[in-house]
């Protein structure tokens, strides 16, 4: 059974969110997220579903993104007091 993207997104969403409740402090590039954060629990997804999904986070400001010095973005719990 094949999922539908707005499924596979979802689900992405979901085991971002349960990875940040149990790690607080990690923060990835949504490359390692994809790999690291959502393949070791089983969840593949295509990396358009895990940046339609960090988008989806970031605007409901459940996440936040940061720019490294080498211009690559992280995405991370919100953290407050700044960066």
């Known amino acids: 059974m094949c ?3 707005g499924t596979r997104r979802r689900r992405a ?3 971002i969110l349960a ?9 990835d590039t949504e490359q390692g997220i994809a790999q690291w ?4 629990k089983g969840v593949d997804v295509p990396l358009d ?9 970031l605007h409901d400001g459940r996440i936040e993104r940061a720019t490294l010095p080498d211009g690559r ?5 919100p ?5």
């Open 19 to 27: 990875h940040l409740a149990r790690h607080p402090l990690a923060a």
């Open 3 to 5: 999922e539908d993207a």
């Open 37 to 40: 954060w959502l393949g070791s």
């Open 13 to 15: 969403e979901s085991a």
């Open 79 to 83: 953290r407050s007091g700044g960066p």
């Open 49 to 57: 579903d895990v940046r339609q999904a960090l988008e989806a986070l």
């Open 73 to 77: 973005a992280i995405y991370r719990a």
